[in-house]
C-alpha cells in the first residue's frame, strides 16, 4: 500500500517529457558581494614559476579550449595538474581563500569539517584587442586572477558592469564565483593565471 502511495506521488514527475517540465522564473535580488585583492610580491618566485608553466604549455598544449575569453592564448582548464610548476600558486591561493573565509565571511571551514580544493586552473596571454565575455564561475564558491605580466595600458576586470579593478604585476583578485565579470578590450599586454575553487567535506577517517 505504502509502495503504490509513493508511485502515485512521483507518477507525473516520471511522465515529464521535454515539452512538459516544471516552468523556472527569475527574480533579480539587488545584493552587495565582496571582492578581495592583495599583492603577492612576498611569493615573487610562485608568480615566476607559474609564468614558466604558461610558457611551456603554450608548446606542449599550444589549442586554446573554447570559452569566454578570446586572447591570444589560454591553456588547459586543468593546467595544474597538466604542469606542477602551478602547484605551489594554487597552494598559496587555497591558503588566502581559506584566511578569507574565517576573518571576512565568518566561516572557519576546518571547524565546520570543509575545505577548498583548486577544481579548475588555467593561464591567459592577453595581447592587443582580446577581451573576455561577461560571464560568471558558478558553481565554484571562489575565483580568482592572479596577475603574472600587466603593461600599464591593460584593460581593467570589470565586476557586475561597476566594479573597474585596475590590474598590477603580482596583484591578485579574488570572488564569488557566481560574480559576473569581464574584461574590455585590452590595449595592453597581460598575462594572468585563474582559478576556481570549490568546497569539500573532511571527515576524519574517512576523507584522509
Not at 167 to 183: A, S
Amino acid at each position: 500500500m505504502l509502495l503504490k502511495y509513493w508511485i502515485h506521488l512521483i507518477r507525473p514527475y516520471l511522465a515529464m517529457t521535454e515539452n512538459d517540465k516544471v516552468q523556472i522564473r527569475t527574480v533579480e535580488v539587488a545584493t552587495e558581494m565582496p571582492v578581495f585583492i592583495c599583492d603577492l610580491t612576498l611569493i615573487k618566485p610562485q608568480l615566476d614559476l607559474a609564468r614558466l608553466a604558461i610558457e611551456e604549455l603554450r608548446v606542449t598544449h599550444p589549442n586554446s579550449p573554447e570559452s569566454n575569453v578570446k586572447s591570444a592564448y589560454m591553456s588547459p582548464w586543468h593546467s595544474h595538474l597538466v604542469n606542477p610548476k602551478l602547484l605551489p600558486l594554487t597552494e598559496s591561493a587555497l591558503t588566502i581563500a581559506r584566511e578569507v573565509s574565517k576573518t571576512h565571511l565568518s566561516a572557519h571551514l576546518s571547524s565546520l569539517n570543509m575545505d577548498l580544493v583548486v577544481t579548475d586552473c588555467w593561464g591567459a596571454i592577453y595581447e592587443q584587442s582580446d577581451y573576455t565575455k561577461r560571464h560568471n564561475h558558478f558553481p565554484a564558491e571562489f575565483s580568482c586572477v592572479v596577475y603574472l605580466e600587466v603593461h600599464e595600458d591593460s584593460a581593467p576586470i570589470i565586476f557586475s558592469g561597476k566594479l573597474h579593478i585596475k590590474p598590477k604585476p603580482n596583484m591578485l583578485v579574488m570572488f564569488p564565483g557566481i560574480l559576473q565579470h569581464e574584461v574590455p578590450a585590452t590595449t595592453g599586454r597581460r598575462v594572468i593565471v585563474a582559478m576556481n575553487m570549490n568546497k569539500r567535506a573532511i571527515f576524519d577517517g574517512i576523507n584522509k
